[in-house]
T-cell receptor, first 115, second 115 residues
Framework: DVKVTQSSRYLVKRTGEKVFLECVQD?????MFWYRQDPGLGLRLIYF???????EKGDIPEGYSVSREKKERFSLILESASTNQTSMYLC??????????????FGDGTRLSIL | AQSVAQPEDQVNVAEGNPLTVKCTYS??????LFWYVQYPNRGLQFLLK??????LVKGSYGFEAEFNKSQTSFHLKKPSALVSDSALYFC?????????????FGRGTSLIVHP
């Protein structure tokens, strides 16, 4: 079974801090994704990556950046955290860039609070 | 625009009764469609997908989904609901993004199964 592991389940940070959220997958998947989940808004894509050192903006990239130095690891960075970035963050992976017919595998999420 | 709509925020059903969670889509090209389930404080889990072929797709935990091209719908169904089916359900469809395909999600439907 694919396992996607997010480093923290709960995180509390202060406004203005630089915040790192880490995600690791163990099945050699090419694609990795970062979403934020807010009540009533569903999942919104922040960034995704289809290869090492490659990244693509999703629907809401403002205020975020990402890093993918190794195939199994995809990091989300909040450059200067703000209270409106308080949310649940979900990482996902999928097998290949190809036809889009592969399901995503999700981590259990990081609930981030910015005070 | 590529979109997925889940018209119901919440669906209530009595245990043992059939359930339906609705999803309609608007995507270009062949519609690759997915259903996921999210239990409290967990990530999303893949239930089933439609790529091509039979319009009735069977998935995990006794769920199935009916693809209807003329109505652009992909409704999730189960003949007999269980209390343990209570969760948040997301419909997703692929959409093109550069040379990749990425999922776009509906806003989610909360399913509540009453004993």
């Amino acid at each position: 079974d694919v396992k996607v592991t997010q480093s923290s389940r709960y995180l509390v940070k202060r406004t203005g801090e630089k915040v790192f959220l880490e995600c690791v997958q163990d099945m050699d998947h090419e694609n990795m994704f970062w979403y934020r989940q807010d009540p009533g808004l569903g999942l919104r894509l922040i960034y995704f990556s289809y290869d090492v050192k490659m990244k693509e903006k999703g629907d809401i990239p403002e205020g975020y950046s990402v890093s993918r130095e190794k195939k199994e690891r995809f990091s989300l960075i909040l450059e200067s955290a703000s209270t409106n970035q308080t949310s649940m963050y979900l990482c996902a992976s999928s097998l290949s860039r190809g036809l889009g017919n592969q399901p995503q595998h999700f981590g259990d999420g990081t609930r981030l609070s910015i005070l | 625009a590529q979109s997925v709509a889940q018209p119901e925020d919440q669906v209530n059903v009595a245990e043992g009764n059939p359930l339906t969670v609705k999803c309609t889509y608007s995507v270009s090209g062949n519609p690759y469609l997915f259903w996921y389930v999210q239990y409290p404080n967990r990530g999303l889990q893949f239930l089933l997908k439609y790529i091509t072929g039979d319009n009735l797709v069977k998935g995990s935990y006794g769920f199935e989904a009916e693809f209807n091209k003329s109505q652009t719908s992909f409704h999730l169904k189960k003949p007999s609901a269980l209390v343990s089916d209570s969760a948040l359900y997301f419909c997703a469809a692929r959409r093109p993004s550069g040379g990749s395909y990425i999922p776009t999600f509906g806003r989610g439907t909360s399913l509540i199964v009453h004993p």
